[in-house]
């Protein structure tokens, strides 16, 4: 490999930890008869997004405010909330940001990782389906913005993943060639698979934990034969490469 491009959210940042914190904020004003024992099913309907609201945004059919206020407003009817207004909303997403961005950690494998990949010559860089500006605020604030060389984002060609042009894009930027550039990321889809499809090499974080949504055994199978590897933790990432004499990286 000359090249490792990374997925930002839940695979470099615990993402799914931050939504936590940030769905508990948010419930304590607008949904104050939920007990705590049920805010793991906000977590669960927030990172499912049956609507396709945030697939919609990278898509570039609605903008990010859009796909936020109709996930809200999902949360406010499934558990019986009152219907955000304007001002409602600029409440609640503030409470909702204040508690996601405090809450923005590494994973606790990533820095050796990376260090690891560069150590082995690898130019490291990062693609998201989120805003670059956005993205870089919550890499400087795990430490990790002076390391990558490169950040594309859904706001780069104007749509996210899985489109094939946003792969081949942050290649580009990284200066490598597609065929041996590595795209590892946490949804087998949107990442690995479409990876793949763009002519990258396709890598699956599949942490242990729930999902974000149902993954049927036949589509991980499907993936794996058309060349997409499965890591639980990127601390295999540099195994899985084949880096000469690479050894698991340690926290």
Wanted: charged share 25%; proline share 5%.
């Amino acid at each position: 490999m000359d090249g490792v491009l990374l997925d930002i959210d839940d695979t470099l940042v615990d993402t799914r930890g931050a939504f936590a914190v940030a769905l508990t904020a948010a419930a304590a004003s607008f949904l104050p008869h939920l007990p705590p024992e049920r805010h793991a099913e906000l977590l669960q309907v927030w990172r499912a997004d049956t609507g396709g609201h945030y697939r919609r945004y990278t898509s570039g059919e609605i903008g990010y405010r859009d796909q936020r206020v109709a996930r809200a407003a999902e949360l406010q009817r499934v558990f019986g909330g009152a219907p955000l207004d304007d001002e409602a909303f600029a409440r609640w997403d503030d409470l909702f940001e204040t508690g996601f961005a405090g809450a923005w950690t590494a994973h606790e494998e990533v820095s050796a990782v990376v260090d690891a990949l560069l150590a082995h010559g690898v130019a490291v860089g990062a693609l998201s389906n989120a805003g670059v500006d956005y993205q870089t605020a919550k890499l400087r604030r795990v430490g990790l913005a002076d390391r990558l060389e490169v950040l594309v984002g859904v706001d780069t060609l104007g749509v996210g993943k899985p489109h094939p042009s946003v792969f081949l894009e942050a290649c580009r930027r990284l200066g490598t060639d597609p065929a041996r550039t590595a795209y590892v990321g946490d949804e087998l889809d949107v990442d690995a698979v479409a990876a793949v499809g763009a002519g990258l090499v396709g890598v699956w974080v599949d942490r242990p934990g729930p999902r974000r949504v149902i993954v049927p055994p036949e589509d991980v199978a499907a993936a794996r034969a058309a060349g997409v590897h499965v890591v639980a933790t990127l601390a295999e990432l540099p195994v899985v490469l084949g880096l000469d004499g690479a050894q698991r990286p340690t926290a």
